[in-house]
């Protein structure tokens, strides 16, 4: 909007005839004085004409010209006082009293009132000024304000553009807000995703520095951020070779908010199909709050904190939701009849609480008992295993299966060394994590009792997965790490569902079939749902992972 300067300018005065013929000599002067920007010497002298009765038409234009200089003295309620009365009637100048009397009520804190006038102003000049008015004075109120008054003065392109620089300016929106946002864009009723052009622009946002690691040269060669990044480059990489149109742009998130709030205003990140990351919890807030407001898909690569996405529209876990993982759980163990009695052990990470906490609920609907229910660290998972009977030599075990939530080698470590000195056959589940650790060789054990819960689970055997270890190893002379392979399945995922033959919008296509098998993982399925329900129960038979029927 265009500037408005709050020093109300003298652009009436000459413009303005008396219609009265003579005019007093006390009313020239005070047409001089306002002129002069005397205003307080013009408001005195404007002040004895203003008697219709006695001045008739002439009293019309002396409050206007009354309004005018108490504007210019700061002195809103005394404009106000002046201009209310001569609004209503049919004169010359009806609209331009209006209008002053909107500012007034602007300067004087009563934005309702003003809005209101300007709603019956006629003259599109005029409108035009006070829509001008109606920016520069709400620019910067409360949002709950401009929320709440929305569909009353949605009509004034001031208040528009003044809740869309409200808007802008917060970090978050709330759903309501970005209703509203929305609206002022002019889009509610538009399709979704209308698409650019036929590339695919790809924005990676990852936190490359922070204030340990000042430079991209001194991340570690084996930092988890790296081997993702590593991954998703590799990953387009193949696009690219396969003839696919693509384009890769990498922001450093530093973890640092307020860098990230800034580099959100790029417009390379505006214009993306799609945004990869960040990967902490504050930063991918933000970014969600972004992704929601610009309507552009933001997937969280890792992750598996994010229940809060399935209310949102733009924004994804890659990998299962703590709620998928729970579901997954206790189908598995359903469909194997095992048995009802259930032993649960968790560690001290957020995720692995969640798990643990949701399950024993749904267990318990589900009709398990829960016959342990503990915290375990490296200290106590042997005494946890023990005292549910699992121990050398002849006991009886209080327990059908064991459910042990953890990702921390340092835990499972003396959990597999007991089950690989005893030879207890007791089904016992944990994360896929387990199959990456150097000290489990769960081949070499008499019973194949490890059972291992879908994350995003590799497909170590397949052809795919072979043709990518050799070529990645080609490119960087070593192995991808499972970060590194999750990256490039990540691509391969964003690929499969956002094309220029199947279009841009992620929400229709990933709800076109419930299942959509993965290259170097097992699968997905993001129907109806923003995160990967697909979580199996797998075992290894004859050295290979397999999916339990």
């Known amino acids: 909007m265009n500037k408005f300067l709050l020093v109300i300018p003298v652009f009436f005065i000459l413009s303005l005839a008396v219609a009265q013929i003579p005019t007093p000599d006390a009313y020239r002067k005070a047409q001089s004085e306002l002129a002069a920007k005397n205003y307080w010497e013009a408001i005195s002298l404007f002040k004895q004409f ?26 809103p309620g005394q404009a106000i006082a002046a201009l209310e009365p001569i609004i209503a009637g049919n004169w010359a100048k009806t609209d331009e009293a209006k209008y002053l009397l909107a500012v007034s009520y602007f300067k004087n804190q009563q934005n309702v009132e003003a809005l ?32 709440a008054n929305l569909s009353e003065f949605k009509e004034n392109k001031g208040y528009g553009e003044a809740l869309k620089r409200v808007l802008e300016s917060q970090s978050i929106l709330s759903a309501t807000e970005r209703a509203a946002y929305y609206e002022l864009q002019g889009k509610a009723n538009e399709s979704k995703n209308i698409v650019k052009d036929l590339v695919l622009d790809i924005v990676v946002i990852l936190p490359f520095t922070n204030s340990s690691r000042t430079s991209l040269t001194s991340i570690p060669k084996n930092d988890f951020v790296f081997e993702l990044y590593q991954g998703l480059e590799y990953g387009v990489e193949q696009l690219k070779r396969n003839g696919i149109k693509v384009n890769m742009l990498t922001f450093d998130s530093r973890r640092d908010v307020a860098h990230l709030q800034n580099l959100l205003s790029d417009p390379a990140i505006a214009s993306a199909d799609v945004i990869i990351g960040p990967i902490y919890p504050e930063e991918s807030d933000l970014v969600s709050s972004f992704a929601e407001t610009a309507r552009i898909p933001f997937v969280h690569p890792l992750s598996n904190l994010g229940e809060r996405f399935e209310e949102l529209d733009y924004s994804y ?44 609920a ?35 075990m209080s327990v059908d299966q064991v459910i042990m939530l953890t990702d921390d080698p340092s835990i499972a470590q003396p959990a597999f060394s007991l089950m690989e000195s005893i030879t207890a056959s007791i089904p016992t589940l944990v994360m896929d994590s387990w199959l990456g650790f150097n000290f489990a060789n769960f081949e070499m054990l008499e019973f194949p009792n490890f059972y291992f819960v879908g994350n995003n689970t590799l497909n170590f055997y397949g052809e795919p997965m072979k043709q990518f270890r050799n070529r990645f190893y080609d490119k960087y002379l070593s192995l991808p790490s499972i970060n590194a392979t999750i990256g490039a399945e990540l691509i391969n995922w964003v690929s499969s569902n956002l094309s220029d033959t199947k279009g841009f919008d992620l929400r229709k296509n990933l709800d076109q079939k419930a299942f959509q098998a993965g ?20 075992k290894l038979e004859a050295g290979e992972l397999k999916p339990l029927d």
């Open 50 to 75: 203003t008697d219709p009765k006695e001045y008739g038409n002439l009293a019309n234009y002396a409050a206007f010209h009354l309004g005018e200089a108490a504007l210019g003295a700061n002195q």
């Open 116 to 147: 209101r006038t300007i709603q019956k102003i006629k003259n599109d000049e005029l409108m035009s000024m006070a829509e001008n008015a109606t920016y520069d004075n709400l620019k910067e109120v409360s949002v709950s304000f401009m929320i």
């Open 317 to 360: 876990l890659f990998r299962p939701s703590v709620s998928s993982i729970v579901d997954g759980i206790v189908e598995g163990l359903r469909k194997q009849n095992w048995g009802k009695r259930v032993a649960i052990g968790y560690s001290s990470s957020s995720r692995d609480e969640m798990l643990a906490n949701m399950l024993q």
């Open 362 to 396: 749904k267990l318990g609907a589900a009709g398990f008992q829960l016959v342990k229910f503990e915290q375990i660290n490296p200290r106590n998972t042997s005494d946890f295993l023990q005292g549910l009977g699992i121990r050398r030599g002849e006991g009886s």
């Open 519 to 538: 290259k170097l993982t097992w699968g997905f399925n993001f129907q109806g749902t923003h995160n990967n329900q697909y979580v199996p129960l797998f």
